[in-house]
């Protein structure tokens, strides 16, 4: 006689969170493995940057080379540096370039950290959003580099005068390395953060904190608040803060766009489970 086989009833939302919760010392310690790894990488990928910050720099200059070459043509572009400054220089781009490397790392070592905490299907809704923050924050980099920079560097060099052309002296662009490469890196960060505005508001409306509603009705808000944020990230320079508010006001829409998407599917989902 064989006894019936009992099949286990599919666990609820409910239980898969009440079957992950864990005391706090595992929390904790998981914590510190995520911290240890997270900071490994960063020093691998700082060591591996370090070697070749000279090569990054030379590329990250280019913008700057182009420009002074064709306002002063057969003059050889000059970027100067006092004592210890280039070395300097080189370890924040090391830094710099190492974050932005090791971000993939990152970003996966918070997302297993907080994916217990998580419902089976918003484990698979945050997937999409692990890919597009890099790819955003590329595409805000490549925005700087290709764009911004040789702009603003033409825009400098057109101040430049000589005194036999009826200027009462010489002006000339005297660009050090520490300043460029701040410059560089500044923009890229505040375009890169930027850019991620629609995975920061999609998440929010998924958390249900904000709705597609709110995001139109505060419109006007929202505008004045994003100029704001952009005069305080961007160089003191009109252009480049009227085209990170003009990117950020351009991404808000893309969001309220996302977010209304985002709805539409938790309401599909809702009357699947009602059905």
């Known amino acids: 006689m064989t006894l019936p086989i009992k099949k286990e009833e599919p666990k609820s939302e409910e239980d898969e969170v009440a079957a992950s919760a864990a005391p706090l010392i595992d929390h904790l310690t998981e914590l510190r493995e995520r911290l240890i790894i997270s900071v490994i990488a960063i020093a691998i990928a700082f060591a591996i940057c370090f070697m070749f910050s000279k090569q990054i720099f030379n590329v990250l200059i280019i913008p700057f080379v182009e420009a002074v070459g064709k306002a002063n043509a057969g003059k050889d572009p000059t970027l100067y540096f006092a004592p210890l400054e280039f070395f300097f220089t080189r370890v924040r781009l090391a830094i710099f370039a190492a974050v932005v490397v090791s971000f993939p790392v990152l970003a996966w070592q918070v997302y297993r950290f907080v994916a217990p905490g998580l419902y089976k299907r918003e484990r698979k809704a945050a997937a999409p959003f692990l890919i597009a923050m890099p790819v955003l924050f590329a595409l805000g980099a490549s ?40 410059l560089v890196t500044t923009l890229m960060l505040a375009f890169g953060f930027a850019f991620q505005l629609p995975v920061f508001l999609t998440l929010l409306a998924r958390a249900g904190v904000i709705n597609s509603s709110m995001l139109v009705n505060y419109r006007r808000f929202a505008i004045v608040l994003i100029f704001i944020i952009a005069a305080i990230l961007t160089p003191p320079d009109p252009f480049s ?35």
């Open 143 to 182: 925005l700087v580099y290709f764009v911004m920079m040789p702009f603003i560097m033409r825009f400098a060099v057109g101040f430049e005068a000589d005194a036999g052309s009826n200027a009462p002296a010489n002006f000339e662009l005297l660009t050090r390395v520490g300043d460029y490469l701040s």
């Open 241 to 275: 803060q009227v085209v990170l508010g003009a990117c950020i006001i351009a991404l808000y829409e893309v969001s309220v766009i996302s977010v209304r998407m985002a709805e539409k599917k938790a309401r599909a989902a809702t009357e699947e489970a009602a059905a």
